[in-house]
């Protein structure tokens, strides 16, 4: 049994890394999955046509989120594409590093504008053309909680994100639409382990699952919080991060 089959999903930054996870993991559960990229077309494209190769229907929309009415295009085409929307993951987003004594007011527009801006105008678009037992997911970060240096702007962003989650749960949910977040930990990407070992080993010994997360590890938690197991579940952020945030902060 496919647990999402009959659904349309619509997960923006779908060419790589979290978002393909996120995209695959809909469709093996039988939902159809609009991707959404900005620059990476060849990467989703390739993810759609994995898509298809699983029996599920998919299709590739560019939109730069960074504009208002990108995201409302974005989300009317998804839409109509579908024949309706039941599920957004809002994943697109940027990491750059930047400490924070030099930063500029552009630097810091940048990340947040991608990173939050768009969540609220793609959820806002998505709400008009969901129903009842709609879903929309943001992907944060346990950086939303416990900053990094060199990552004002980053984690800045991840906490609104959370907290937008929960004003959007208060106010959506009397339309029977649910907004949650997942907020990962480390996760695993080809050449992390090359690029910063040291950042690897000290994760990896301070995890008590003992590992980096994978995509599919979010992605189970997305495909959870759209499923009708989830009903009674809204303004919750679900971390998944191997236990790292139960450790001793000192």
Not at 76 to 86: H, I, M, R, S, V
Not at 109 to 125: M, P
Not at 193 to 199: F, L, N, T, V
Request: charged share 20%.
């Amino acid at each position: 049994m496919r647990l999402l089959e009959g659904q349309v999903a619509l997960v923006t930054g779908a060419g790589g890394g979290i978002g393909r996870g996120v995209a695959l993991r809909f469709a093996e559960q039988g939902a159809a999955v609009a991707l959404h990229c900005r620059t990476a077309v060849p990467a989703a494209r390739e993810v759609a046509c994995r898509i298809e190769d699983l029996g599920a229907r998919a299709v590739v929309l560019e939109a730069e989120l960074r504009d208002e009415a990108e995201c409302r295009r974005l989300v009317a085409k998804a839409a109509e594409w579908g024949e309706g929307l039941t599920s957004l993951v809002n994943n697109a987003g940027v990491q750059p590093t930047q400490p924070l004594p030099g930063m500029t007011a552009a630097q810091w527009r940048e990340v947040v504008d991608t990173n939050l801006t768009s969540v609220f105008a793609c959820t806002q678009a998505a709400a008009e053309v969901m129903g009842p037992g709609g879903s929309v997911t943001h992907i944060a970060s346990i950086e939303a909680s416990r900053p990094a240096p060199e990552h004002a702007h980053y984690s800045a962003s991840k906490a609104a994100v959370v907290m937008h989650a929960r004003s959007a749960a208060l106010e959506y949910g009397p339309r029977g639409i649910r907004v949650n977040t997942v907020s990962p930990g480390l996760i695993d990407r080809e050449g992390l382990a090359r690029a910063w070992p040291e950042g690897v080993e000290r994760w990896t010994r301070r995890a008590p699952l003992a590992r980096l997360g994978r995509p599919e590890d979010v992605a189970d938690a997305c495909v959870f919080l759209a499923l009708p197991l989830a009903s009674w579940i809204t303004g919750h952020d679900l971390v998944v991060d191997g236990g790292v945030s139960a450790g001793a902060a000192w």
